[in-house]
């Protein structure tokens, strides 16, 4: 299998010169994991997405050249037949320090968090998956700490229908709804436009259960997980329970539902782990049920593989990807063996 790996360069978030995207084939039985390709000339694409049927992966970039930081940029890649990766579009972000990238289901839109927009800009895709011409949406005020003196839309993710857009800002303690044109090629803010999480908590990734039932919140300032009871007709979020990640303080970063919604997966600075929760097959709620070391520093992402049998960790400041083995009962995390050098490594999305 392969797999991409963005990463932070030219000294954003102590990221290392040079670098870009790093290309990987993994053999997961032996374990090895063989580096193919490098795509440079790309300032710290740290967030990757996939397009859903194209050949194509697409790079949020924390700035537009080391002079102009002013903006972020898309990137768009193609993955060609051999499987190595080509820069096929570039563009401005519409907003600075751009931090994550999402698809929706269908292929038709792209969308960029920019925490220094403040805002969020929302690409048309066409045919061939080149975004075009962006709507924008920013965002005012600010929340109850100190390190909540603007907003910081810090993400954004389509529900698995493509009916609509969510955006968690860890600035403001929100989430922005927003409702996807009938046509595909746009999006709107909903009727009910926000779901608010614990003052101070600072609401900064998300996942969303399978079903569109419920979808879950990783709270960046206050360690903890706001668990949402979707209203899909309405289009409402309302929260049923709200958890501690850990039993010690601790900073979630990335968040993650399984395939089948039975196990849900939160990386955390502090512990230095994975906390992993059983979900209750009706209610949403979660349980605890493992707290599985990163095996080393700032466990920035995690991502699961398509058959949900392997994780990959990304450990930023100690330049490493881990790679765990899934039990497919209990959702429990067990080291393979396998470690991928990458400097500053801040995403991966299975090829």
Not at 245 to 274: F, K, M, N, W
Request: net charge negative.
């Amino acid at each position: 299998m392969r797999i991409a790996v963005g990463t932070f360069t030219d000294g954003f978030m102590g990221g290392a010169p040079g670098g870009g995207v790093h290309l990987f084939e993994l053999d997961p039985a032996e374990p090895l994991a063989r580096e193919v390709q490098v795509v440079g000339g790309l300032i710290s694409p740290s967030y990757l997405a996939r397009h859903p049927r194209l050949p194509l992966l697409y790079a949020a970039e924390r700035a537009w050249s080391g002079e102009d930081k002013s903006e972020g940029a898309l990137s768009t890649l193609a993955i060609a037949p051999d499987g190595t990766l080509e820069l096929l579009d570039r563009r401005r972000a519409g907003g600075a320090f751009s931090a994550h990238v999402t698809v929706s289901p269908d292929g038709g839109l792209c969308a960029l968090a920019n925490p220094l927009g403040p805002n969020l800009a929302v690409f048309p895709l066409s045919d061939e998956g080149i975004p075009g011409d962006s709507q924008c949406f920013a965002f005012t005020g600010q929340g109850a700490r100190p390190r909540q003196s603007a907003p910081w839309p810090h993400s954004c993710w389509f529900d698995p229908a493509g009916k609509r857009m969510f955006a968690c800002d860890p600035g403001l303690d929100i989430v922005s709804i927003y409702d996807v044109a009938s046509d595909g090629t746009s999006v709107a803010p909903a009727a009910f436009a926000r779901a608010q999480v614990s003052s101070g908590a600072g609401a900064r990734h998300m996942a969303l259960r399978g079903d569109r039932r419920f979808a879950y919140v990783a709270n960046e300032l206050d360690g903890t997980i706001s668990v949402f009871a979707i209203d899909d007709e309405r289009g409402t979020l309302t929260i049923v329970q709200t958890l501690p990640c850990a039993q010690q303080a601790s900073q979630p970063c990335e968040i993650v539902c399984d395939a089948a919604g039975r196990h849900l997966y939160v990386t955390l600075r502090g512990p230095e782990a994975v906390a992993v929760f059983a979900i209750d097959a009706e209610s949403g709620t979660l349980t605890p049920r493992q707290m599985a070391s990163c095996l080393g520093d700032t466990p920035r992402h995690i991502a699961l593989s398509p058959d949900g049998s392997l994780a990959l960790v990304s450990n930023q400041l100690s330049g490493q990807v881990m790679s765990f083995a899934v039990d497919a009962a209990t959702g429990t995390l067990t080291p393979t063996g396998l470690v991928i050098p990458v400097p500053s490594p801040a995403c991966v999305v299975f090829l």
